[in-house]
T-cell receptor, first 114, second 112 residues
Framework: EAQVTQNPRYLITVTGKKLTVTCSQNMNHEYMSWYRQDPGLGLRQIYYSMNVEVTDKGDVPEGYKVSRKEKRNFPLILESPSPNQTSLYFC?????????????FGPGTRLTVT | RKEVEQDPGPFNVPEGATVAFNCTYSNSASQSFFWYRQDCRKEPKLLMSVYSSGNEDGRFTAQLNRASQYISLLIRDSKLSDSATYLCVVTSPSGGSYIPTFGRGTSLIVHP
């Protein structure tokens, strides 16, 4: 089954404790992206990647890191999480970064930083 | 000015009603447009693409007005199951590729 998977689905952590949220897709997609979604603010892009070893900042990259060492994986790293990073996070992938490509989303990761 | 704007609603309509949402965008170079549906904090899923000539899929009709820079989504004969948040997505050129920008979404509640 074609899908985007994220782990963990739920995470409660404390300020400053490094964490990684994994994202993997099995559709051989070139484009991958991370979003956060907050009430009243909609989906905001954190980072995106056009292909392996190519990553770019989105609208809200501060406090996050990503890497794209393999085509299928695009982990999101919070080196020192803070409470303002409490949010619902979605990973997405698309065939490419062209105009007409549909994005497929993972099920989301609900992160709480205390 | 936000690049992509939507009325957050909620739009509260009875079953069987026709409802329409608009989404305005500020970048005149935007090239492609989509409507996604999101159920209660689940992942967004593509509802339909929006073509220059407009397109229809069953009870759903999407249209693009480039001159006024907005897209619309019309839902006819609303069902209870149409209750969701509808996200407008506009893709614009950036550094040789195309980057999607999401609107904040319009909430639809269909009641019996």
């Amino acid at each position: 089954e074609a899908q985007v998977t994220q782990n963990p689905r739920y995470l409660i952590t404390v300020t400053g404790k490094k964490l990684t949220v994994t994202c993997s897709q099995n559709m051989n997609h070139e484009y991958m992206s991370w979003y956060r979604q907050d009430p009243g603010l909609g989906l905001r892009q954190i980072y995106y990647s056009m292909n392996v070893e190519v990553t770019d900042k989105g609208d809200v990259p501060e406090g996050y890191k990503v890497s794209r060492k393999e085509k299928r994986n695009f982990p999101l790293i919070l080196e020192s999480p803070s409470p303002n990073q409490t949010s619902l996070y979605f990973c997405a992938s698309a065939k490419g970064a062209g105009m007409t490509y549909e994005q497929y989303f993972g099920p989301g990761t609900r992160l709480t930083v205390t | 000015r936000k690049e992509v704007e939507q009325d957050p609603g909620p739009f509260n309509v009875p079953e069987g009603a026709t409802v329409a949402f608009n989404c305005t965008y500020s970048n005149s170079a935007s090239q492609s447009f989509f409507w996604y549906r999101q159920d209660c904090r689940k992942e967004p899923k593509l509802l339909m693409s929006v073509y220059s000539s407009g397109n229809e899929d069953g009870r759903f009709t999407a249209q693009l007005n480039r001159a006024s820079q907005y897209i619309s989504l019309l839902i006819r004969d609303s069902k209870l199951s149409d209750s969701a948040t509808y996200l407008c997505v506009v893709t614009s050129p950036s550094g040789g590729s195309y980057i999607p920008t999401f609107g904040r979404g319009t909430s639809l509640i269909v009641h019996p």
